[in-house]
Each structure stands twice: as structure tokens, then as C-alpha cells.
């Protein structure tokens, strides 16, 4: 079985072995040395992962016929991915410099590749605690869904597979001002950003040859976050948005999105492959909930309505022009509508949620029959308009110090020409093993 | 005569103390445990029935009587994760996924015995009231109850040394009056700043049968902190209180 590879098995070990000798000694005599916790002006660290990989492959969707129509692979493909993230910061006085880097190294069927990415590299000051400027790369992390997030204007989607990964930030210069207050206005703070897209930089945040300005306005009232935001220039349509989070019981929490996106262009084919743009205003909301329960199981429940997203009849054409253009590869070796449907999937209907209507449910249990540092989930992501899905069980041990081990299984279910019925892959299998320093 | 001598016995061991003030005394108890507004270190220890041990060191900051920051300091695993308090909300900021999170008093954000209402603790007196003292011995018994639903626990007995005015034993307990957990109070250390307290935690209980955590103090110090650094904009930034 993949997972017994000899060389993942040797990485294996060693993080045992490193993990082991750093912690969890029988007790003895409690102490705090306090010189190991003194400040230092510096501090590097970060972890090391390795990630192996299996993905049963979908001979019959249209993702797999894009990307193997000229190979046989067999009916799964192997991935090994190993990444090192590394955080470092200096202090001085009012100023700190902090990177955060990730560096990528993966063997597929396609061979060894390698890849390393600033994912941040921020100067910031800090003339007081109600102020600070930044400026460098950065994420913002706006909105407070959990799986997705519309008004998150300033970052990259996220995979809501895996919501907690770090994620690459973009060059802004941002402010933070936090005012504090004793009435049912506790917290007031003004968030605005400028992010600049000309040449390589932000090149892939939207149009170049402009200067945005977004801006998030932040309140504490009455218990409940609340935030205002907006973004501002030609990169991007002009967008508005809101959010708010309330514990309405000291276990249930309700969360909610709303963003208006103006004159939003899409793109999308009809099924012969013509290209049609359409620019309307749009709306997209997200609306949640996180309970908890008094045997510490957590249920979180989200449903997100993307007005970016495609029809299922636009999806329709587009699995329809891939099969058309595989019919035709097939029958004349011309490749040359495969190629194309290549550039229409990338960014557009090859995201993680093309479509328009999913239902997010996570429920996950804490040290179940009590197994210490042991904990099971389930996470199931639903496509309301065509009924196609995914469904992820995994469990997380961190038993060991510094150590975190993940095992997760991924299984794609969904008819002909539906969202998850037509990914690439059936199912994958995963084994995370991350060791913190 | 004999029946005489029991029942003086008996009043001296558990007497109602009908001239003190509980409010007072429990006011007194919050000021010999720390002052209004501090910084301090403590280290969490969760010792498992094998023996085998995992700690956690925080940096806490506190203010007034609702607000509450601490901010992890090790294992790396933790490093740069913070919890907020503010009133009855409570949040817990993760480094990687960049915004913070609403929690609850019940969980805990480091397993063990300890809860995120112990490792973010306000002030006795802001939470409950006394609804009786009681002398036994060298010690008061405070008979505590929460003033609102959201408090963690809905009642406390509080063991507190006459002369220290220091608590010596807390028992928490539902509103049914079942035992979640006992807190004891050791090894009173002068920190200085006219700052005398117990300096080791322990806790057990009787849900977690095998368990105990230990929360060790250091180095509490009075420290003056703006509202500010008490907000959401601001937890990425506790770092920088150090």
C-alpha cells in the first residue's frame, strides 16, 4: 500500500523520534524556569509535514479526461508531499518584522516538483495599543464563516476542506485604530487597506494598473462582532459587505455574511464552447451556526449562496463541451477543444465550489470513549443545486507533544454532469503528519 | 456536661458569621490574589493517570473586572494562539487561520481538568455572590453563587485562611450541588509589589477520574494596560505586552 513507502515511513519515524525526546516525561517536581520563557527580541520557528497521498481516479469525469486524456495513469495516482512552513520575526522598539515562508516539495506521477512561497513578509509599528500600521504581505481574514467567506475581499479562497491552512496574503499597507468604550458599544476599530496591482505585484489579486483602497469598520455592540467592509478600485468590482458573530447561549453561536459585488463580469460557454460575458450585480451570503454540546461534540453548519457561481445549466454545457471535446480527441487525436476546456477550468470552473448553493456540516467529537488527544470528525459538503457532494472522515491524535497526526479519507459522490460527480477523483486517502518547533 | 461541651464544639467548628461582611471578604480574597490590573506567567500542567505530563506556559494580562487576555507561549504547537475575555464573550485567536473564533467557558482550549473559565479567570467577587459564610477552624466558608447563567460554575464553596485571607480550597459545583472539581491553593510566594499568593494551582475532579492539572504562577506583576489591548483588532498583537 502506498502509505508503506519506504522513504515516508523513514520521515515518519523521525518525527516520532524527534517528538518523543522533546516531551511528555513521567511527572516529577513541578518547576518554571523562568529564564526559558524571558523574551527574546527574536524567534524562528514553524513546522515540518509530510503528506502522503492516494486519489482513486474518475475515469468517467470531465476533470479527468482534461487532465489524462493523453495518459493512463492506472485507476489511482500517488502524491507525496513534504513542506516546511517557517515563521520568523525581530522585535525593536515599536517595530517588528515577521515572515512566514513555505516551502513545497511533492513527487506525482509527473515527477519531483518544488515550489517555496512568501506566504507573508509584513514591517509593522506600533506607536500604541490603538494603533499600528503594517505594510508588506499580508492576510486579512476578513468575514467569520467558517468553510467560506464572501466578504473576505482582500485574500484567497480558502479550501474548505481544510479551512485552518495558512494561506498566501497580498502586498497591502493596512492601519489598525481600536478605540475601547464602557457602554453597549464596547470595541470600535477602523481597518483600511491600500493594495496596489501593477506589474508582478498582486498580479493575481485582479486587473494591474491600479490602486485599490478597501476598508473593514469593526464593533463589539450589545455581545455581538459585528464588521462593515468595502473594496474600492478597477483591479476587482467594487464590493460591499457585512458580517456579525453572537453567542445566543454560552454554546451556541450564529454567524452571518453578506456581500454585494457591482457589476460583477462572468464568463461562462454554452455547450458548442462560445464564450459569454455578463455583468450584473451580485449578492452572496453565508449564514451559520456553532453548538456545542455538553459531551464536547461540535456542530458546525453553514449554508453559502455564491452569486459568482455558475448555474447548473452553465456546468451543464461546460461538462457537455469537454465531452465533445474528448469525443473528438478520441476520434481524430485533436486535442485542440480539450485545450481550451484547460483554460476555462482554471479559476473558473475548476474551483473547489463553482456553483451556487452548498450546505457545510462538520461535527466533530472530543476524545470519544475517552481516548486522550483523540479526535474523530466528519465533514460534509453539499451542492444543493445538483445534490453531488463530498463526505471526509478523519481523526487527529496529538498525543505526542509538537505532533500532530491526521488521517483523512475523501469520498466524491454525484450523478453525470454534477459538481462533485464529475471531479477528478473518487475518493483520496491522507495521512498529515506535522511536527511543530 | 458533656452534651455541653459537644455543642460548643460544634458552633466553634462551623459558626454562621453573622457580623462579616461576605461581599467584603470575598473582595479582600480577589485583592490578596492579584491586583485589579496585572501581567503574569503561569504554566499549565495535565497530568494523565500513566504519569505522562503535557504543559502549556501563558502570558496573561488582566484588567478591571471583565477583561482578561492570555496568550500562549509554548509548546510550539501553541505558540501565538490567544484567548480574550470581555465580559461574558470569549474568543480564541489561531495564528494560521488568522481570526479569532467565539468559545465557551466550558471547553478547554488545553484539555485536561482546567477549562477556559479557569485559565481566564475574572475576579470572584465580579461573578458571584456570598450567600453565607461560615467559620471552621482556622478557616471562613464562603457559600458562593453565580450571579448569572453564563458563569462556569453555578455555585463555589471557598475555603479561606483567617489570617492570610488567601483561599485555601475551592469546591465547584453545579446548581444541582454535584462536584466538577476541586481547586486547592499552595505554596504562598512573595512576588514582590506587596504581592503574597499561592503560587501553585492543582486541580482534580471527580469527571476526570486519574487527572489532575496543575497551574503553576509567576513573576505577577501590577501593570496599567489601555482597554485597548483587550479587543478583538488586538489579539495578533499580544505578543508585544512582553
Known amino acids: ?437 | 456536661m458533656l452534651k455541653v461541651l459537644i455543642l460548643c464544639a460544634a458552633l466553634t467548628y462551623s459558626v454562621p458569621v453573622l457580623a462579616l461582611d461576605g461581599a467584603e471578604l470575598l473582595k479582600t480574597v480577589d485583592r490578596n490574589l492579584a491586583p485589579p490590573s496585572y501581567e503574569m506567567y503561569r504554566k499549565l500542567i495535565n497530568i494523565e493517570p500513566d504519569g505522562r505530563k503535557k504543559e502549556f506556559v501563558l502570558f496573561t494580562v488582566k484588567k478591571g473586572k471583565d477583561k482578561v487576555a492570555a496568550l500562549f507561549i509554548s509548546p510550539p504547537s501553541e505558540r501565538g494562539r490567544s484567548t480574550l475575555r470581555l465580559g461574558d464573550n470569549m474568543w480564541l485567536y489561531i495564528p494560521n487561520v488568522g481570526k479569532p473564533v467565539r468559545i465557551t467557558s466550558l471547553q478547554s482550549v488545553v484539555g485536561g481538568v482546567f477549562n477556559n473559565s479557569d485559565i481566564m479567570q475574572l475576579d470572584y467577587h465580579a461573578e458571584y455572590d456570598v450567600t453565607r459564610v461560615e467559620a471552621q477552624g482556622k478557616d471562613y466558608l464562603l457559600h458562593l453563587k453565580a450571579k448569572t447563567k453564563t458563569v462556569a460554575y453555578d455555585q463555589l464553596k471557598m475555603w479561606v485562611h483567617k489570617e492570610t485571607v488567601l483561599p485555601t480550597r475551592i469546591e465547584c459545583m453545579t446548581e444541582a450541588s454535584m462536584l466538577i472539581k476541586t481547586l486547592y491553593f499552595k505554596n504562598i510566594q512573595d512576588f514582590g509589589g506587596e504581592i503574597a499568593r499561592p503560587s501553585v494551582m492543582e486541580t482534580d475532579s471527580p469527571l476526570y477520574k486519574g487527572y489532575k492539572s496543575i497551574m503553576l504562577f509567576a513573576n505577577i506583576r501590577e501593570r496599567e494596560l489601555r482597554d485597548e489591548v483587550f479587543t478583538l483588532t488586538f489579539m495578533p498583537n499580544l505578543d508585544s505586552l512582553r
Open chain 1, 1 to 437: 500500500m502506498f502509505l508503506l513507502n519506504l522513504p515516508c515511513i523513514a520521515v515518519l519515524l523521525l518525527f516520532l523520534t524527534l517528538a518523543l525526546f522533546s516531551a511528555d516525561c513521567p511527572a516529577r517536581e513541578y518547576t518554571f524556569e523562568l529564564d526559558k520563557i524571558e523574551k527574546k527580541p527574536y524567534h524562528l520557528g514553524g513546522y515540518a509535514e509530510i503528506n502522503p497521498i492516494l486519489f482513486g481516479l474518475n475515469k468517467d469525469a470531465a476533470l479527468y479526461k482534461i487532465n489524462f486524456y493523453d495518459r493512463d495513469e492506472g485507476s489511482t495516482v500517488e502524491k507525496y508531499d513534504m513542506t516546511l512552513q517557517l515563521d520568523g520575526s525581530y522585535e525593536k522598539g515599536i517595530a517588528r518584522a515577521f515572515v512566514r515562508a513555505n516551502g513545497n516539495l511533492n513527487h506525482t506521477y509527473e515527477g519531483w516538483s518544488g515550489k517555496t512561497t512568501l506566504y507573508e513578509g509584513v514591517l509593522s509599528l506600533r506607536p500604541s495599543p490603538s494603533l499600528s500600521v503594517d505594510i508588506g504581505k499580508k492576510t486579512m481574514k476578513w468575514g467569520k464563516g467558517y468553510a467560506w467567506n464572501p466578504v473576505a475581499f482582500l485574500d484567497r479562497p480558502k479550501d474548505p476542506n481544510d479551512p485552518a491552512l495558512a494561506l498566501e496574503g497580498f502586498f497591502v499597507a493596512t492601519l489598525d485604530y481600536i478605540r475601547s468604550f464602557g457602554g453597549p458599544l464596547k470595541t470600535f476599530s477602523f481597518t483600511p487597506a491600500l493594495v496596489p496591482v501593477y506589474g508582478d505585484m498582486n498580479e493575481d489579486f485582479g486587473e494591474t494598473g491600479h490602486f485599490n483602497v478597501a476598508a473593514k469598520f469593526y464593533l463589539l455592540f450589545l455581545d455581538t462582532d459585528i464588521d462593515f467592509m468595502f473594496l474600492s478600485g478597477d483591479s476587482k468590482s467594487p464590493r460591499y459587505g457585512a458580517d456579525f458573530s453572537r453567542n445566543l447561549t454560552s454554546n451556541f453561536e450564529i454567524h452571518g455574511e453578506l456581500a454585494w459585488i457591482k457589476d460583477f463580469r462572468k464568463s461562462f460557454i454554452d455547450r458548442d464552447g462560445k464564450l459569454f460575458e455578463t455583468r450584473s450585480d451580485v449578492w452572496s451570503y453565508l449564514a451559520g451556526i456553532r453548538y456545542l454540546t455538553a459531551r464536547e461534540t461540535t456542530y458546525i453548519l453553514e449554508y453559502y449562496h455564491n452569486g459568482t457561481g455558475f448555474t447548473e445549466g452553465e456546468m451543464r454545457d461546460y461538462f457537455s463541451f469537454v465531452e465533445k471535446g474528448y469525443d473528438m480527441y478520441l476520434s481524430t487525436g485533436d486535442d485542440t477543444l480539450l485545450t481550451g476546456a484547460v483554460n476555462l477550468t482554471e479559476g473558473r470552473y475548476g474551483t473547489m465550489n463553482p456553483m451556487r448553493n452548498y450546505l457545510y456540516l462538520r461535527i466533530s467529537q472530543k476524545e470519544p470513549f475517552d481516548i486522550l488527544y483523540f479526535t474523530p470528525a466528519l465533514t460534509w459538503i453539499f451542492n444543493l443545486d445538483d445534490q453531488s457532494f463530498s463526505l471526509s472522515p478523519e481523526v487527529v491524535y496529538t498525543g505526542i507533544t509538537n505532533l500532530e497526526l491526521r488521517l483523512k479519507g475523501t469520498v466524491l459522490a454525484g450523478d453525470c454532469f454534477t459538481d462533485y460527480g464529475e471531479k477528478q477523483n473518487d475518493y483520496r486517502i491522507e495521512l498529515r503528519a506535522r511536527y511543530y518547533f
